[in-house]
T-cell receptor, first 110, second 114 residues
């Protein structure tokens, strides 16, 4: 079946630094979504991307739908302590359901 | 707005015991899903439902059963719990199956099987 590879698996950064993470696949996806999971909570949708090449921002977050439709990127600018959590990419595959990446765990040092 | 509510939040089971996890949503969503989350493996789909009275298998359905007798509720059952089912379980719902608007998740049930 379709799979997503998300990297890096974990990041430990200093407050104020920018963060980049990505998801790649060997197959095409029609929609890319980025979620954040706070400790002890369920994932919450951050950004949704619907067209190849699309670049969308949500505050300090910017995500892009890769032109090949096989990848997506999430950038966080000027990180703050509340950015801590697990970030998941998800793609809508050919079955219509979401397929999730393994997650990127972000830790921010004040 | 309650969104998606999962009960219980925590549970410890002995091997071989059974239990039911309850998911309730108040958004009139047609589609509901059960995922399990394990370290380094992301979210894996166990079962899902495309409407009241329907269920279907996901990626890792073995050892689980589900029922959707009412549109707002989606139950996940473990008939004979095994240590390999120790995980965090998330329920989610979506208005439409093609997920263009993403899924709304509950806050999870942390299950330990000893």
């Amino acid at each position: 079946g379709q799979q997503l590879n998300q990297s890096p698996q974990s990041m430990f950064i200093q407050e104020g630094e920018d963060v980049s993470m990505n998801c790649t696949s060997s197959s095409i996806f029609n929609t890319w979504l980025w979620y954040k999971q706070d400790p002890g909570e369920g994932p919450v949708l951050l950004i949704a991307l619907y067209k190849a090449g699309e670049l969308t921002s949500n505050g300090r977050l910017t995500a892009q739908f890769g032109i090949t439709r096989k990848d997506s990127f999430l950038n966080i600018s000027a990180s703050i302590p509340s950015d801590v959590g697990i970030y998941f990419c998800a793609g809508r595959g050919n079955t219509g359901k979401l397929i999730f990446g393994q997650g990127t765990t972000l830790q921010v040092k004040p | 707005n309650a969104g998606v509510t999962q009960t219980p939040k925590f549970r410890v089971l002995k091997t071989g015991q059974s239990m039911t996890l309850l998911c309730a949503q108040d958004m009139n969503h047609e589609y509901m899903y059960w995922y399990r989350q394990d370290p380094g493996m992301g979210l894996r789909l166990i079962h899902y439902s495309v409407g009241e009275g329907t269920t279907a298998k996901g990626e890792v359905p073995d050892g689980y059963n589900v029922s959707r007798l009412k549109k707002q509720n989606f139950l996940l059952g473990l008939e004979s719990a095994a240590p390999s089912q120790t995980s965090v379980y998330f329920c989610a719902s979506s208005l439409q199956g093609y997920a263009n608007y993403g899924y709304t998740f509950g806050s999870g049930t942390r299950l330990t099987v000893v």
